[in-house]
């Protein structure tokens, strides 16, 4: 009778107290033991990806040239041991070839608040004006087209996370400077159209690790799996024919000046533009 009186009570939802406590303790153990269970799983997938909708992707252009992920060839990743870095290598002087790491999805943000950085191995990486350099694509606030460079050479550098591996980092006040220079006003009220770490010019290779690029969003890549996938979101990055154009063109003197040499330069108006906020 009992038996059948409980299940009753238990169909129309009715417990005894004792019988809804131990129903309810239960229940309330299930769910924790869920929540948990859900939180591993979300601490693993950060540790190998992102949710800030960038995503850095090396891509071959032309023959003689190499862009990819390379595996006991850098730093230390955030998860495995892979040890992976991008291999950026040019074998031939072929015009237009080119290898880059593209990055995917600072396009319309504001070009003003843009940072960029990389850590290259010194001992057999090459280092130039012109390679490895930040290739900036910038729509102005009149709807042309500007491209900005951003020399290894030309930045300040400092340490690697490890030893043999220097860091070139690019400070919004310097990539702001440079921008003002390429395109003025117009160029520095627009927004980033495009962004690759490109080498195109030397004959050699470098490898990079540590990539960061920052907008409004930021990313900082120490393997492929930063990316929290392997197919770049409108599929194989490439530069378009006006970016291929503005790539061919000849740096600036103003590009192939340093950090300091360049800030030496700066005109007052110039630096009121640089240090405005966004």
């Not at 995917?104 to 280092?127: F, H, N």
């Not at 910038?138 to 087209?145: L, M």
């Not at 921008?179 to 004959?203: E, N, P, T, W």
């Not at 790539?247 to 110039?270: I, V």
Request: with cysteine; hydrophobic share 40%; charged share 20%.
């Amino acid at each position: 009778m009992r038996s059948a009186l409980e299940r009753e009570r238990r169909q129309s939802g009715l417990l005894s107290p004792r019988s809804a406590g131990n129903e309810g303790g239960q229940f309330l153990r299930r769910i924790t033991l869920a929540l948990v269970a859900m939180s591993a799983l979300a601490l693993v997938t950060a540790a190998g990806a992102t949710d800030d909708g960038l995503w850095l992707f090396p891509a071959s252009h032309g023959s003689g040239t190499i862009a990819a992920w390379r595996a006991q060839e850098g730093e230390a990743d955030v998860q495995g041991t892979g040890n992976q870095a991008i291999l950026l290598e040019r074998d031939a002087a072929t015009p237009n070839n080119s290898a880059a790491a593209h990055v995917i999805g600072l396009e319309g943000q504001p070009v003003r608040v843009v940072t960029l950085a990389y850590e290259y191995r010194a001992k057999d990486g090459t280092c130039t004006v012109t390679d490895p350099r930040w290739a900036l694509f910038v729509q102005g606030r009149s709807g042309r087209q500007y491209e900005v460079n951003l020399g290894c050479k030309t930045a300040p550098a400092s340490s690697g996370a490890e030893p043999g591996w220097v860091r070139r980092t690019f400070s919004r006040a310097f990539v702001s400077a440079e921008v003002v220079r390429k395109g003025g006003s117009d160029a520095l009220a627009g927004q980033v159209s495009g962004l690759a770490l490109v080498f195109d010019h030397a004959i050699g290779h470098v490898f990079v690790d540590n990539v960061h690029a920052q907008a409004r969003t930021a990313n900082t890549w120490t393997f492929a799996g930063d990316n929290g996938g392997t197919t770049a979101p409108g599929g194989a990055p490439a530069f378009s024919a006006e970016q291929t154009t503005l790539l061919a063109a000849p740096l600036t003197s103003d590009e192939q000046l340093t950090q300091d040499e360049l800030f030496a330069t700066l005109t007052p108006d110039e630096w009121a533009q640089v240090n405005a906020e966004g």
